[in-house]
């Protein structure tokens, strides 16, 4: 048998029902790992002291559902590693800022309030970009994550410490925010399952905002059912979330499957590595076989999508971080007045691609560029949106590669428009509300390195479930 | 490329304090970041009013929050977070002054 910390959500599940482990060993098996490799890989920035604890707790729980003959919910007990954006009442959240290095989260997050009914373990805070900005976590304020797979390497970004610890084996599976990618980029050069919702679909309430039109939270696994599991524990309606929906809100086609997958090899024309795309046409030769037909795809707007994103993103991110000014919480540091007391501890606590995103966001929405940048980028976004669901009545869902290469070296792309481009296919999902996943498809060579690589998948406004279907049908 | 007296007057408006050196690698970067997005400046908007994008409002019930409110009993844990704090009260730096 594999070790415990290896084992699948849903393997584990079945292990804890049976009564073949406890929730105790399965703690104790992934904080051994967490204390065998966290030191090196930097995954998590805090790991919890009442870890044990709260696994004690879930069997107890275990037990006394057993004895009144219920049945306990299949992550009770199950241990998971949270994005340090996420809020937990009582335990510290810092969305790996300075800004926010000493502040204690006062309420628990609607995913985290979900999470806990379930009887989830959690083992600790991960590392990730500094506010969620950015694809490799390289832009924390405390240190970057190394890739389990290759320690010289990235995990991807933002929650990349969130996949570097599904990865590592030190936590059966995790939450991470997606804004433009940042759950299933780190997912594709993790080799895990990455999941964004449809937006809407899970609260965002008690995240850390950074794009509130495009944030979404989702989880990070081992398997399409696994990611399925926790989805579908997170999900609904949240009075605490005035855009969250119920199901019945969405017009969108759901199961059964057309079995139609549409590729836009337009936009694959140039910018991807040849072994990326020779794995990619693999995975769709393998869906052709199991019966599924390739349609050709046209999404005339979505060379765009890049632009478009990098002009809303910041907007958005300029407006939410206003409230980091030193007052209310967080850093504050004293200066010779008022707007000093801002600039100051705004200075202090923000890093240097946060900066850069409010400048950014600044400028676009200054007075004589507005209408140039964000009042043009919201026209192409419902533009895209339009194209989006028009192809999604035809195909079941839309497949790019996940990224155009493999997880890239530590301090690769040191310029910051170059380290954008990564996040070419994933960006467009954020901007039309679609649900996306990425899967394994296999893995490239570099340096001598075998490394994976995801094929994403974006289907209708809604319509998960197609994702999960087709997902399961990829990594078979 | 955008001039240091613009990137300086965004970091006003911004509420940031900017480096010399930092002034001068925004130049740059914002400059290069907005070339490249620029290209959203060629979407046409023509003949369409602007329309509301599937956007619509979502209000709450005008209702007392319940006690199992994830907000309801968390008020010392707010203030616990201020930066600075004198018993009940965040203390700030007095905002309304007398025109000289």
């Known amino acids: 048998m594999s070790n415990l910390n290896e084992l699948s959500i849903t393997e584990a599940a079945a292990k804890l029902k049976a009564g073949e482990i406890t929730a105790v060993d399965l703690a104790r098996a992934c904080l051994a790992e967490i204390e065998k490799k966290n030191k090196d890989l930097n995954i998590f920035l805090e790991v919890f002291d009442d870890v044990i604890a709260q696994a004690g707790a879930a069997d107890a729980r275990r037990k006394a559902e057993s004895s009144e003959g219920k049945e306990s919910h299949p992550l009770l007990g ?33 995913v985290i309030k979900k999470l806990k009914e379930a009887g989830a373990v959690f083992l600790g805070r991960t590392n990730m970009d500094e506010f969620a900005m950015g694809g490799s976590t390289e832009n924390s304020a405390f240190g970057p994550t190394k890739n389990p797979l290759d320690p010289s390497r990235v995990p991807g970004g933002s929650s990349g410490g969130s996949a570097a610890a599904v990865a590592a084996h030190m936590a059966l599976g995790s939450l991470g925010t997606d804004t433009g990618g940042s759950i299933r980029e780190p997912a594709a050069f ?30 990070l696994a081992h398997t399409v059912a696994d990611a399925e599991l926790l989805f579908n524990t997170i999900k609904g309606k949240d009075a605490l979330d005035s855009t969250s929906l119920d199901q019945s809100q969405w017009q969108g086609r759901t199961l059964p499957l057309q079995k ?89 606590g923000f890093g240097p691609e946060v900066r850069r995103r409010i400048m950014l966001g600044t400028y676009v929405l200054s007075a004589g560029y507005y209408d140039a940048y964000y009042g043009k980028a919201l026209a192409a976004r419902d533009k895209l949106t339009e194209e989006f669901k028009k192809v999604l009545a035809e195909v079941d869902a839309i497949a790019v590669p996940t990224t155009p290469c493999p997880a890239i070296k530590i301090g690769e792309k040191s310029d910051p428009l170059s380290m954008y481009l990564l996040d070419i296919f994933t960006v467009t999902a954020n901007i039309t509300g679609n649900p996306a996943i990425s899967v394994p498809m296999g893995m490239v060579e570099r340096e001598g390195v075998q490394l994976p690589v995801g094929i994403q998948l974006t289907a209708a406004h809604g319509a998960e479930d197609i994702l999960f279907t087709i997902g399961k049908e990829v990594e078979a | 490329m955008i001039s240091k007296e613009e990137v300086q007057n965004l970091a006003t408006l911004a509420r940031l304090e900017l480096a010399p050196a930092e002034v001068e690698s925004l130049q740059k970067d914002i400059s290069n970041i907005l070339e490249y997005v620029g290209q959203v400046s060629a979407v ?33 844990r707010v203030k616990e977070a201020f930066p600075k704090r004198e018993g009940e009260y965040n203390v700030v730096r007095k905002i309304i002054q007398k025109d000289e």
């Open chain 1, 260 to 348: 139609r997958v549409g590729v836009p090899r337009h936009l694959l024309k140039e910018g991807v590595e040849s072994d990326v795309l020779q794995k990619f046409e693999e995975s769709l030769k393998q869906l052709q076989a199991k019966g599924y037909e390739l349609v050709d795809i046209e999404l005339p707007s979505a060379p765009l999508a890049l632009s478009v994103y990098y002009v809303i993103m910041p907007a958005e991110v300029s407006s939410n971080l206003a409230r980091f000014d030193g007052v209310r919480y967080g850093l504050s540091v004293k200066g010779e007045n008022l707007f000093d007391d801002y600039a100051k501890s705004r200075a202090a």
């Open chain 2, 44 to 76: 046409s908007i023509d003949g369409a009013e602007p329309k509301a994008p599937m956007l619509r409002n979502v209000l709450r019930d005008d209702a007392a929050r319940e006690a199992g409110d994830t907000m309801a009993g968390k008020e010392a």
């Open chain 1, 78 to 110: 199950i241990p998971l590693a949270i994005k340090d954006n996420i809020l937990i009442e009582g335990r510290k959240v810092s969305a790996a800022s300075k800004m926010l290095e000493n502040y204690t989260a006062t309420y628990d997050a609607t």
């Open chain 1, 190 to 219: 993790c080799g895990l399952v990455g999941f964004k919702p449809t937006y809407g679909k899970v609260s965002r309430s008690g995240l850390i905002a950074m794009g509130s039109s495009l944030d979404q939270a989702g989880p």
